[in-house]
T-cell receptor
């Protein structure tokens, strides 16, 4: 079974530039998450999709971050313009093969995109 | 804010030693998961605990859920270099109705096992 695919693996940009990350979840997974992980810390949820609808974006800095999940499959996360403090690993995860979340739902993570903002 | 406190934050030990990491909250968990994240990779689920007092074993790893479901521990026996990584506890709010089961991650314990 193919896992969660993310690209690019690494990205280096200068502050005020734009950047986009792509995620292809496990086939059939209805729920897709984007997390931001600062080095040595736990992941912080940015946005959660259920199919192609947003169910939680309370921690997404909407003045500069945007995300979409057209057709309820692939997703892109964009930062425009980037700031130094955006340097982090951006993780995509998927879950819910049956389309509804349960208490014991297992998340499957991609390997992440490591972003460095100079 | 329902926070998860993990301790210790860092742990550096020699191969063969035993260790325990802790995850605590002031709120009751509906369920708790432990993930391990190796450098350059995403977290991978180790275990889910649901029932207060529950103990689960995964080879040399023993997971315990507190009776009151407010805390959990992970004990590793005879640690090996392959156990090196970031250990994360994750709580999930009850799913159902309009709730989509929001996850809260602890800040993690960075474990280094030296050969």
């Amino acid at each position: 079974e193919a896992g969660v695919a993310q690209s690019p693996r690494y990205k280096i940009i200068e502050k005020r530039q734009s950047v986009a990350f792509w995620c292809n979840p496990i086939s059939g997974h209805a729920t897709l998450y984007w997390y931001q992980q600062i080095l040595g810390q736990g992941p912080k949820l940015l946005i959660q999709f259920q199919n192609n609808g947003v169910v939680d974006d309370s921690q997404l800095p909407k003045d500069r971050f945007s995300a979409e999940r057209l057709k309820g499959v692939d997703s892109t996360l964009k930062i425009q313009p980037a700031k130094l403090e955006d340097s982090a690993v951006y993780l995509c995860a998927s879950s819910s093969p049956r389309g509804t979340l349960t208490t014991n739902e297992k998340l499957f993570f991609g390997s992440g995109t490591q972003l460095s903002v100079l | 804010t329902q926070l998860l406190e993990q301790s210790p934050q860092f742990l550096s030990i020699q191969e063969g030693e035993n260790l325990t990491v802790y995850c605590n909250s002031s709120s009751v968990f509906s369920s708790l998961q432990w993930y391990r994240q190796e450098p350059g990779e995403g977290p991978v689920l180790l275990v889910t605990v649901v029932t207060g007092g529950e103990v689960k074993k995964l080879k040399r790893l023993t997971f315990q859920f507190g009776d009151a479901r407010k805390d959990s521990s992970l004990h590793i026996t005879a640690a090996q270099p392959g156990d090196t990584g970031l250990y994360l506890c994750v709580r999930r709010r009850n799913a159902g109705g309009t709730s989509y089961g929001k996850l809260t991650f602890g800040q993690g314990t960075i474990l280094t096992v030296h050969p």
